[in-house]
């Protein structure tokens, strides 16, 4: 198991960060990598979406699981399938100072192929970090340049 974590400090408050983060419908507009979210089921706090991103030219795509906890502004995902063989994970907020809060996102992969993950290990890691800092960076011009 490979894990991934990355932060981002941004100025704006939790629950507007947070409403942002809830909206995974609307993801495409804004990151790059991210090429079509579906929502194929909602309930109260629990979520299920088919995803689409492409990487470096590479397409991905899996059917996830989020479970939202509004009281402490987190949400836990989790691959039902897909590419991967595991994915899941979680993102999170927490204050900073007045002004700004800091978004936290751990993931953790496993990719499936323990013959070459020797081999494409930093290739594929990389390319996660790039897909979820990527993910993190649009967020963070999304609330500080469109002043939601």
Not at 15 to 21: S, T
Not at 87 to 116: M, R, T
Request: charge should be neutral.
């Amino acid at each position: 198991m490979h894990s991934v974590e990355l932060k981002v400090k941004v100025r704006s408050l939790k629950d507007k960060i947070f409403d942002i983060i809830k909206d995974i419908e609307r993801y495409p507009d804004y990151m790059r990598f991210v090429k079509d979210v579906k929502i194929i089921s909602s309930q109260e706090n629990k979520i299920t979406s088919l995803w689409s991103l492409e990487i470096d030219g590479a397409p991905i795509s899996w059917r996830q699981e989020d479970f939202i906890d509004n009281d402490n502004f987190e949400v836990k995902f989790k691959m039902l399938e897909g590419d991967y063989q595991h994915y899941e994970g979680k993102i999170f907020i927490k204050s900073f100072d007045e002004h700004h809060c800091v978004v936290n996102i751990i993931a953790n992969f496993d990719w499936g192929i323990p013959v070459l993950e020797e081999y494409v290990k930093k290739v594929l890691e990389r390319k996660a970090r790039l897909a979820l800092g990527g993910m993190l960076k649009a967020l963070k011009r999304k609330l500080e340049t469109e002043n939601v």
